[in-house]
């Protein structure tokens, strides 16, 4: 299995645009994760799916951040407008179980706003 | 708030000798700890987890020491090895769930050949 596959692994944009992230989890798992990682909170959980149905989106740091996940193959994070603060490593991860197994991480996207 | 708090940004040891990397925690709900361990450009990949109805768990050079009257957990690695040397992340979580981890901020290994 090729892993968690997200897309881009580099972002560059410019302040008030639109960013969709990408990511394919692991065929077969029925959870699916959104984390940021940034030196001064470190990983944050933004949002969780089971059988993609958004189950905790409490990490979600403003309405300007929202998640899709339309099949089990494929979710979305985009952020709308897009703002210098919001440059992180966003993270994807996927389990086959919440509270079952270890979550798989995939390579990030480095979202870099100016 | 952090609740999960790893106090040492980086740690340097020697090939062969051994690496300690610690973690606290405030909240005594937590009962599920795991261990992450990242290279650069690369996501977070599990490395051990323990239970806190254990206070050992042992896999290969790995070992994880639970302290729950102290809030503390500790990874062992022996012996250490260059291809360690990576970002090691604590998490915990409530309920023995893994999906909601409280990540800490991370501790740099570097092992020296």
């Known amino acids: 299995d090729a892993g968690v596959i997200q897309s881009p692994r580099h972002e560059v944009t410019e302040m008030g645009q639109e960013v969709t992230l990408r990511c394919k989890p692991i065929?077969?798992?029925?959870?699916l994760f959104w984390y940021r990682q940034t030196m001064m909170r470190g990983l944050e959980l933004l949002i969780y799916?089971?059988?993609?149905?958004?189950?905790?989106d409490s990490g979600m740091p403003e309405d300007r951040f929202s998640a899709k996940m339309p099949n089990a193959s494929f979710s979305t994070l985009k952020i709308q407008p897009s703002e210098p603060r919001d440059s992180a490593v966003y993270f994807c991860?996927?389990?086959?179980?919440?509270?079952?197994?270890?979550?798989?991480f995939g390579q990030g996207t480095r979202l870099t706003v100016v | 708030d952090q609740q999960v708090k790893q106090n040492s940004p980086s740690l340097s040891v020697q090939e062969g000798r051994i690496s300690i990397l610690n973690c606290d925690y405030t909240?005594?709900?937590?009962?599920?700890f795991l261990w992450y361990k990242k290279y650069p450009a690369e996501g977070p990949t599990f490395l051990i987890s323990i239970s806190s109805i254990k206070d050992k768990n042992e896999d290969g050079r790995f070992t994880v020491f639970l302290n729950k009257s102290a809030k503390h957990l500790s990874l062992h690695i022996v012996p250490s090895q260059p291809g360690d040397s990576a970002v090691y992340f604590c998490a915990a979580s409530v309920g023995g769930s893994n999906y909601k981890l409280t990540f800490g901020k991370g501790t740099l290994l570097t092992v020296n050949p």
């Open positions: 799916f089971n059988n993609n149905v958004p189950i905790d």
């Open positions: 909240n005594s709900m937590f009962d599920y």
């Open positions: 991860a996927s389990n086959s179980m919440a509270g079952g197994t270890e979550a798989f």
């Open positions: 065929s077969g798992h029925n959870s």
